[in-house]
């Protein structure tokens, strides 16, 4: 929001300087992130008229002129302007001035004597845009300027250009007049609001108005005026004010509900009445159904926007823009103004969805005064008729039910609790009387009903932000927090988040931090989720629904880093996604990771080898931890969309699916462009969170024993099942069973494998014989035998 230091001081009376008043309405929340000059720094320039103009008798393109600057004689100045006559009023900056970057002097030019110099806003240094007079010319100025009068004072260039970076909460301050009633609170000046009276109807005609969408435009007023002059001249102070807003001076109708847009914060549209046919009516957008917008934009409309619209279709985007068919132009005489209330739920992301951004909707966005619609049409209904002439009729008010401003209470004691410092009840209503809130005291309690501008105010915490920055946050002091200081429980069967993350980090895995919402093929590709969570507002059309799966995000970041010449990547992250069940929200945590290129970095010392799915396998089993050592966690073939058929796991702990973990599929790899495998691996967190704490065996202070054996068997048994059946049968002695090698070939029947098994055998009280240790090979060599049809191989 930027606006004019001396329109904000016409209003609140205040002695603190800008410099201090820019520091008081940081303070205060409502930042001032710019503060800059309207014209650099001159002296001596004065309102100059020419009184006559002659040729130079040397120069073919300078004029020697006599020009009244309200001394006792007239000055005599040579000048190069090619505007330069008689009769033209400029400054003039006499002899002393010190303009930026010039000192005048007395000087001979071409021989001719010259007291000063006329003066173009290039020699001024004026930063305004809107000022009449190019750079190469001098500066034309009204006939009705004094003469002799500093520059300074009758452009108003002592002034400064004050930017606010408002938060969203507070719309109110979107206007001069919030501004002002924010200083008058914080400094505890007086206001000079100019009073708002009706204007009187002199036309007996109204236009019908009809609102079908009550809830959507709770309040509408219109009025019609006729007579009016669409070329009248928009006053100076007016322009002045408006691009010293950041606005352009248009024309004088539209300069006006753009000057009520600043000053009250209201949005106002004025139509050519002439161009309007039958009835107003505020509705939804039918299907199918166009406008063409003020900026030459002919958009298609959606059924949940809401336009104004008359017997022949729609004539503007409600709260957004106008259209241009019904525009105002120099022809106009009769115009019917309006101004009306959208909730921001009406209004917001409207614009943008049609790549808009206009004053009027970021205003309606964020909430505008419902109690001032009807001043607003009021106070541009005098102005437009003391710039334009002109006739008003009555003005037309459709109105339904709007915002209840609910009553919120503040509790003397939450307050001290809060900022932490002691208040005395009589300053806190001090307080809020400075800001206009309509309250009661009893007991210790305040119950304040929040004025209709204030749409921030809802719940007591509001009420205590505003006591603590009309205080001031530096006046609050910086006391250190007292607490006590204790050990948190650290269950030993539980592990962190960080706890992985470090694991994974050990590993050579980098984490990542992807967007929550993703690209729905995504979903749709990697996952086969034709039914997404989507957004009903995206940032972006390719972040449009929410993930149930970590997978995409980190392929795109693969993707990134190959185009930039990383051709090895260890990728990790933790994050939410979400599903929809039952009609509700769930949210779960994940663990994924995506390993693409060689197992270690190019060194010398070693060859390089691109990373296999056993290896991953190995990774994801140190994330596991003792999940993996002590078999509560298995790995299943099985198939997933995203996946390599042949080298796809489900993951299991106790029977329940935890996880995938396997190698992208061939149809994704070419999608992406990989020239390398890429494998990928998926944990629920909460599942691997929990560990099982290993049980006390005694170590055996005797050496242990080794027997291997190969056995043979089909080959369509899978190992796991066979160390499973040997862990479930516990036979006696057996300490280790592991696989050493597995043989399919020659001395092999077909159809057949051979796996080579080292048995480690001990007991914790006793040496072990022969005659033990047969005993328990026969033992495990039965079992195999009666559960897999396993013979021991010759």
């Known amino acids: 929001m930027q606006f004019s230091e001396n329109w904000l001081r016409s209003l609140v009376n205040t002695d603190l300087d800008s410099q201090a008043l820019s520091h008081a309405l940081t303070m205060a929340g409502l930042e001032v992130e710019d503060m800059q000059s309207v014209a650099a720094p001159f002296s001596k320039v004065v309102v100059a008229k020419i009184l006559s103009a002659e040729k130079h008798p040397d120069a073919d393109r300078l004029q020697v002129c006599k020009v009244d600057v309200g001394l006792d004689e007239p000055l005599q100045i040579v000048c190069g302007a090619s505007n330069a006559r008689a009769g033209l009023i400029a400054p003039c900056a006499m002899v002393g001035a010190e303009l930026p970057g010039i000192s005048i002097k007395q000087a001979k030019v071409r021989g001719v004597e010259s007291f000063g110099m006329m003066c173009s806003t290039k020699e001024l240094g004026l930063r305004e845009l809107g000022i009449s007079a190019e750079a190469t010319g001098l500066l034309e100025l009204d006939s009705n300027a004094v003469v002799g009068q500093s520059i300074r004072d009758y452009l108003d260039l002592d002034d400064n250009l004050l930017t606010l970076k408002l938060t969203p909460n507070r719309s109110d301050c979107l206007s001069i007049t919030g501004i002002a009633r924010d200083v008058a609170a914080i400094t505890g000046a007086e206001t000079r609001f100019e009073g708002i009276l009706a204007v009187p109807a002199d036309l007996t005609s109204v236009k019908n108005i009809i609102v079908s969408e009550s809830t959507a435009c709770p309040r509408y007023c219109g009025r019609l005026i006729s007579g009016v002059n669409a070329k009248a001249v928009t006053p100076d102070w007016m322009v002045k004010r408006i691009e010293r807003s950041g606005l352009r001076s248009i024309s004088a109708i539209v300069d006006v509900t753009n000057y009520v847009l600043l000053q009250l914060g209201q949005p106002m549209h004025a139509f050519d009445a002439a161009k309007l046919k039958g009835d107003i009516t505020v509705r939804f957008a039918k299907e199918n159904e166009s406008l063409s917008l003020l900026n030459d934009q002919t958009v298609q409309l959606k059924t949940d926007d809401l336009i104004i619209a008359d017997a022949s279709g729609a004539l503007a985007l409600a709260g957004i823009m106008g259209g241009k068919p019904t525009s105002v132009d120099d022809a106009t005489t009769n115009i019917f103004l309006e101004s009306a209330f959208f909730p921001p739920s009406v209004i917001a992301g409207k614009a943008r969805r049609l790549g808009l951004s206009t004053d009027s909707s970021y205003r309606f966005e964020r909430g505008v005064d419902f109690g001032n619609t009807k001043n607003a049409i009021e106070y541009a209904t005098k102005l437009i008729l003391q710039i334009c002439g002109g006739q008003a009729g009555e003005v037309t008010e459709v ?13 003397m004691t939450r307050l001290i609790s809060v900022l932490g410092i002691p208040f005395e009840q009589v300053k806190v209503a001090q307080l809020l009387t400075q800001l206009g809130f309509v309250f009661t005291e009893a007991d210790s309690e305040f119950t304040v009903i929040p004025p209709s501008y204030r749409f921030d105010i809802s719940i007591e915490e509001d009420l205590i932000e505003e006591i603590a920055r009309l205080h001031g946050y530096d006046h609050i002091p910086a006391t250190a927090p007292v607490a006590n200081l204790q050990m948190l429980p650290a269950p030993e069967a539980r592990r962190y988040q960080n706890k992985l993350r470090d694991g994974l ?115 994801v089993d140190r994330l596991l931890g003792t999940q993996a050592t002590y078999e509560q966690v298995t790995y299943e073939k099985a198939e997933h969309i995203a996946l390599h058929p042949g080298q796809t796991a489900r993951i299991l702990q106790e029977g329940e699916t935890i996880g995938w973990l396997g190698k992208l599929h061939p149809k994704w ?79 092999v029947a077909e159809n057949k494998k051979s796996l080579a098994l080292s048995v480690l055998m001990h007991d914790t009280q006793k040496t072990l014989t022969d005659s033990d240790a047969d005993t328990t090979i026969t033992n495990l060599l039965q079992l195999l035998q009666n559960n897999f049809g396993a013979t021991l191989r010759n």
């Open 399 to 411: 109105l339904s039910a709007l915002p209840v401003r609910h009553p919120v209470k503040l509790r």
């Open 505 to 619: 980090a050990a590993l050579g895995y980098q984490e990542v931090v992807n967007y929550s919402f993703v690209d729905e093929s995504w979903e749709r590709d990697l996952l086969g989720n034709t039914s997404p969570i989507k957004l009903k507002n995206p940032i972006a059309s390719n972040l449009s629904v929410m993930r149930t799966s970590l997978w995409g995000g980190l392929l795109d970041t693969l993707t990134y880093n190959l185009n930039r010449k990383q051709e090895r990547a260890f990728l990790f992250e933790v994050g939410a996604v979400y599903h929809q069940q039952n009609n509700e929200y769930v949210e779960t945590m994940l663990i994924s990771g995506l390993a693409h290129g060689s197992t270690k970095p190019e060194q010398w010392a070693a060859d390089s080898a691109d990373i296999d799915f056993f290896e991953v396998k190995a990774h």
């Open 669 to 747: 790899q070419q999608h992406y462009g990989l020239t390398r495998s890429t494998y990928l691996f998926e944990l629920d967190v909460d599942a691997i969170s929990g560990r099982k704490i290993p049980v006390y065996q005694e170590v055996s202070k005797l050496l242990p024993v080794r027997r291997d054996l190969a056995v043979v068997l089909d080959e369509n048994i899978a190992v796991s099942e066979v160390f499973n059946a040997i862990k479930k049968a516990n036979i006696p002695l057996i300490l280790e069973v592991a696989l050493f090698d597995l043989y399919q070939g020659q001395g």
